[in-house]
């Protein structure tokens, strides 16, 4: 799966969770959860959870802090379709 | 400050009428809303029969974000949301915008006994197979016992007190004389008030273990629930939510908004579970100087109360409650007033009963009916010998009338008693 691929994956996620539609129509790699889509940051561990059903990955907890941008959602999710667990 | 206080809008979901306009139809035609369960059939309870508002998703979403709904379970919760914006709608209001200055005026104190308790069961099995990671983010809303409120008052914008109560089954009449103390001494406007209760096997079984739920009407539920009755054998349960928006009257009067009646007083007080009270049985002294007390406070005589809605569950503590209305108002045979319950239609909604039963007793007020009660055509002989039957009236009798007492009591030996009073326009 490409990185086009994956950010389409990604905006079909998040879309019930963000609440900047504008931000959702031009989601990109730069896109940041809180800041650009205003996800609650309480949501945050649902997009974690429908991102584990959704790829059939696990995401541990160092990781999840991490998730807070597409960008890092893209590493993240390609790091463990990929079985690394860069550190 | 004595504000005078005054209700404005009414909202219910209740086991016979999920809106006003429904559960208003459905109480003057003697409408039941108790159907058999076939989850508590399969679940074997003794007690199969239950009364369980009918929401549909599409009515949800009227009230809920696509994303609240998801894993949303909190049946509490939904029904508390429906009848708390209903009532806001009804008295005129408008929530807050969203990007706008919280209202601090007005509040809320919305009741439960229990939140979310199906969200709860599947929060406690998911962290027993310790996959705690796979809660999701929704697990404390929805079982906080203020959940409820928690949403009301985000949709509302509310900025003053924002208040769950919890005492039994007197939650919901409660509820009402907190929010109404709060007007009345002048620290709010207006403040929503109400409760709610969830629905389901896992908040009814402990009564149903109880055994104080009738099991001989699993094929005929709407008979088996009977206030007053010879025949009573127990309360049916139920579920569901009443709200009521409370104003003080300069308010209400400013606004130019619709009236639905005044609360004149009441009082909450507990029998402290000595003499005949216990944690389920009421110590008839407490219940008695509950009502006297309301009397006072309201500047009511006894021979001023027209009607009467009763707690009245229909188990054998019903003679007892009649014993305690003649004692304190020294009325009895055709001297008594009108009494009606609506748990012969509905059942016992638990912490939503007061809420529930005081729309219906606020209706009555300001449309001018009485309710009729139904399953006790036969009429338990020990009633029959205080009160007559004239005084129980078994179809809808159409009468403007001015002054309501509600009484509701709960486990633990707690009372609440509100005085109501038809509002003259003009």
């Known amino acids: ?87 | 400050m004595n504000n005078r206080v005054v209700i404005t809008g009414l909202g219910v979901v209740s086991p016979n009428g999920t809106d006003l306009a429904q559960f208003r139809q459905a109480i003057r035609n003697g409408v039941s809303g108790i159907r058999h369960d076939p989850q508590l059939e399969k679940l074997l309870f003794s007690c199969q029969i239950a009364g369980k508002p009918v929401i549909d998703n599409e009515r949800l979403q009227q009230y809920f974000k696509p994303l609240e709904l998801r894993g949303l379970e909190s049946t509490g919760i939904m029904y508390g949301v429906i009848a708390g914006l209903d009532a806001w709608k009804d008295a005129g209001l408008e929530p807050v915008d969203t990007d706008g200055t919280p209202d601090w005026d007005s509040g809320s104190v919305f009741g439960t006994g229990t939140s979310g308790i199906d969200k709860f069961r599947e929060a406690i099995y998911k962290v027993d197979a310790l996959e705690i990671r796979k809660l999701g983010s929704t697990v404390v809303a929805q079982t906080m016992n203020s959940g409820v409120n928690a949403y009301l008052s985000g949709k509302l914008g509310l900025g003053n007190q924002v208040c769950t109560n919890s005492s039994a089954c007197a939650t919901g009449a409660e509820s009402i004389l907190m929010a109404y103390e709060r007007i009345k001494t002048g620290r709010a406007v207006k403040m929503l008030a109400g409760s709610t209760s969830d629905s389901g096997p896992y908040i009814w079984g402990g009564f149903d273990a109880l055994k104080v739920c009738p099991y001989r009407y699993n094929d005929k539920p709407e008979k088996g629930c009977r206030p007053m009755s010879a025949t009573a054998s127990g309360f049916v349960p139920g579920s569901g939510a009443g709200a009521m928006v409370l104003e003080t009257l300069e308010s209400a009067l400013d606004r130019g908004a619709r009236i639905y009646a005044e609360i004149l007083g009441g009082h909450v007080n507990s029998g402290g579970q000595r003499g005949s009270g216990t944690m389920t049985a009421p110590n008839s002294s407490g219940v008695q100087r509950c009502i006297t007390m309301a009397l006072k406070e309201a500047g009511v005589d006894k021979q001023e109360v027209d009607v009467i809605n009763a707690h009245l569950t229909a188990t054998s503590k019903d003679v007892t409650e009649i014993k305690n209305w003649v004692a304190v108002l020294e009325r009895s045979g055709k001297d008594f007033p009108y009494i009606n319950s609506i748990k012969g239609m509905i059942g016992h909604c638990i912490s939503a009963a007061g809420s529930i039963e005081s729309v219906a007793s606020v209706l009555q007020l300001a449309e001018g009916f009485i309710f009729p009660n139904i399953n006790c055509e036969d009429l338990h002989p020990d009633i029959e010998k205080l009160v007559d039957p004239a005084r129980i009236p078994t179809v809808c009798l159409e009468q403007k009338f001015n002054i309501l007492a509600k009484a509701s009591f709960g486990f633990g030996d707690v009372n609440a008693c509100i005085i109501f009073k038809r509002y003259e326009h003009g």
């Open chain 1, 1 to 87: 799966m490409d990185k086009k691929e994956l950010i389409t994956e990604l905006k079909t996620i998040v879309t019930p969770y963000a609440q900047d539609p504008e931000a959702l129509d031009n989601i990109g790699e730069d896109t940041d959860f809180i800041k650009d889509l205003k996800i609650n940051s309480a949501n945050l561990v649902d997009v974690v959870l429908d991102v584990e059903e959704k790829f059939g990955i696990e995401i541990d907890n160092d990781s999840m802090a991490k998730m807070l941008s597409v960008k890092a959602a893209i590493e993240i999710i390609e790091d463990k379709l990929a079985g690394v667990d860069r550190k």
